[in-house]
């Protein structure tokens, strides 16, 4: 089993930054990857980015590549998702997930355990 619990959102001006963060609890954190998902209000939910379980291979969607750097500490058993240049449509409550396995996979029922969410407002 995993505990996932996301933080690290809020309010931010465009072209502004934040850093989230995933910290998990369980053993078997080091053998899982792991994902961001994010759901814009009224949206369905969407691959945001990915990062395999040693941490060598990352995946992004094109809406943020550039933008956003996916990253892991596994001895602190934390994701992060570094957000820069952030606009207005990057709005959405972003979810953490890990998946059972190490490869990293864009939909979302791949991934067995989520976190709460937390809300990020980019204004204009």
């Known amino acids: 089993q995993v505990q996932l619990v996301e933080s690290g959102g809020g309010l931010v001006q465009a072209g502004g930054s934040l850093r989230l963060s995933c910290a998990a609890s369980g053993r078997t954190f080091t053998m899982r990857a792991m994902g961001w998902f994010r759901q814009p209000p009224g949206k369905e939910r969407d691959f945001v980015a990915g990062?395999?379980?040693?941490?060598?291979?990352?995946s992004y969607a094109d809406s943020v590549k550039g933008r956003f750097t996916i990253s892991r500490d596994n001895a602190k058993n934390t994701v992060y998702l570094q957000m820069n240049s952030l606009k207005p449509e990057d709005t959405a409550v972003y979810y953490c997930?890990?998946?059972?396995?190490?490869?990293?996979?864009?939909?979302?029922?791949?991934?067995?355990?989520w976190g709460q969410g937390t809300q990020v407002t980019v204004s204009s």
């Open positions: 990062i395999s379980r040693s941490g060598v291979t990352t």
């Open positions: 997930a890990a998946r059972e396995g190490s490869n990293i996979y864009a939909t979302s029922h791949e991934y067995a355990y």
